[in-house]
């Protein structure tokens, strides 16, 4: 099975999978980012700190270079 890509070609199930997995990454990062501004409001330290947010940034890449690959 396969999913016509925009501009053509056709996109495997596992380039949807990996896809997927970015946004889920982007979500996270968002999130993330809510929690750290919800603290600062409440003058709290930041639930995440600049380690989390590489962390997700690496996946992010990995998962993006896998989908070049295909």
Do not use: W
């Not at 409001?41 to 896998?66: S, T, V």
Request: hydrophobic letters at 45%.
């Amino acid at each position: 099975m396969y999913i016509q890509k925009q501009g053509g070609g056709n996109m495997t199930p596992e380039m949807v999978k990996v896809l997927a997995l970015i946004a889920a990454s982007q979500a996270r990062i968002e999130g993330m980012k809510a929690t750290n501004q919800i603290c600062a409001f409440g003058h709290y330290r930041p639930a995440y700190g600049k380690q989390d947010f590489f962390q997700e940034a690496e996946l992010m890449q990995a998962l993006a270079q896998e989908v070049a690959q295909k």
